[in-house]
Structures are given as structure tokens and as C-alpha cells.
């Protein structure tokens, strides 16, 4: 679903519009404290990464989001599901990044679940989460998703969640 409403936000398709809130999102270090490679660091990364998402959109009709609180322009962040491959196999990736000025606030957690009610039926939802990343952790325990193994991904070790 390229749009959808939950209580609080309008979580929409991204477009090439977004990457200044990619870039900003992303390039700052708070967000990024967990991600092996730390914060992205030039709008060129940004872009490519804002290509690949859009490319999801394009060639498999299911992507990340731009979170949107109703009735206002400002990205709080970005998530929602993303094909991989991971043992081998596709599955839905959940993934979820706001802005700090955004956390403690249960954004992330109403994405999530909006993302779940989406993945129903498309395949198995899984999020890879950083062993040390405990916010990430809560959001996928309170949306109802239990630690499943630990793998090495990006070179740290981390927790697959599965639904």
C-alpha cells in the first residue's frame, strides 16, 4: 500500500522529494549510534540510498515510507518493509528511523504495526536489530515479534526478529 493512515501519521511512498529529510535523518550521528557504519555522510550516499528504495516501489511494489504527522510537511522519519535476502531465503524486512526530536513518543512502534498489517500474507516479516540496540528491540517486542537467533550481519553481531 503506497499510503497509509494510522492514528497520528500519513505514512506515504517515498519520492525523489524526500531526500533532504533522507539525508538530514540519516547523516545525523544520534540516529545512526547502532548502524555499523555510522551515519551516512554525504548527500550522494543519501541519494543512492533513496534510489534503491524508490527502485522497490518500482520493480515490487512494496517499500519504505515517509512518516508524515497528519496534516503537516515534516518527515519524521522513515520505515516500513523492504524485500531481502537473508539465509537464503526473501523475506519482508521491517525497518524503522525517525528523527531524535520524534522519539519516546510511539512513532516508531505505530509504524511498525501499520507495517505488519500490510506484510499480512506477503511473506515472513522479519528485523534485524543490532544485539546492543535496545529501542529497536522494544518497538519490535511491543509490536509482538520475538527474538528469534543472533547472526553476524554487517559485521556485529544481531537479533532476527520474526513475526
Known amino acids: 500500500m503506497e499510503v497509509v493512515h494510522t492514528a497520528r501519521m500519513v505514512l506515504s511512498r517515498v519520492t525523489a522529494d524526500d531526500l533532504d529529510a533522507v539525508h538530514e535523518i540519516h547523516a545525523d550521528p544520534r540516529t545512526s549510534v547502532y548502524h555499523p557504519s555510522g551515519p551516512v555522510t554525504d548527500l550522494e550516499s543519501s541519494r543512492a540510498m533513496l534510489d534503491l528504495w524508490l527502485a522497490d516501489w518500482e520493480e515490487r511494489g512494496i517499500g519504505y515510507w515517509a512518516a508524515r504527522p497528519v496534516d503537516e510537511p515534516l518527515?519524521?522519519?522513515?520505515?516500513?518493509?523492504?524485500?531481502?535476502?537473508?539465509?537464503?531465503?526473501?523475506?519482508?524486512?521491517?525497518?524503522?528511523?525517525?528523527?531524535?526530536?520524534?522519539?519516546?513518543?510511539?512513532?516508531?512502534?505505530?509504524?511498525?504495526?501499520?507495517?505488519?498489517?500490510?506484510?499480512?500474507g506477503l511473506g515472513?516479516?522479519?528485523?534485524?536489530?543490532?544485539?546492543?540496540?535496545?529501542?529497536?528491540?522494544r518497538v519490535a517486542e511491543r509490536i509482538g515479534m520475538k527474538k528469534d537467533r543472533t547472526i553476524p550481519y554487517g559485521g556485529v553481531p544481531s537479533d532476527v526478529y520474526v513475526t
Open 75 to 120: 518527515v519524521l522519519g522513515f520505515g516500513g518493509l523492504r524485500r531481502a535476502i537473508l539465509d537464503g531465503r526473501e523475506v519482508l524486512n521491517l525497518y524503522y528511523r525517525f528523527r531524535p526530536a520524534s522519539w519516546g513518543k510511539g512513532y516508531a512502534v505505530e509504524l511498525a504495526r501499520a507495517a505488519l498489517d500490510v506484510g499480512e
Open 124 to 137: 515472513q516479516v522479519v528485523a534485524v536489530i543490532r544485539d546492543i540496540n535496545l529501542p529497536s528491540r
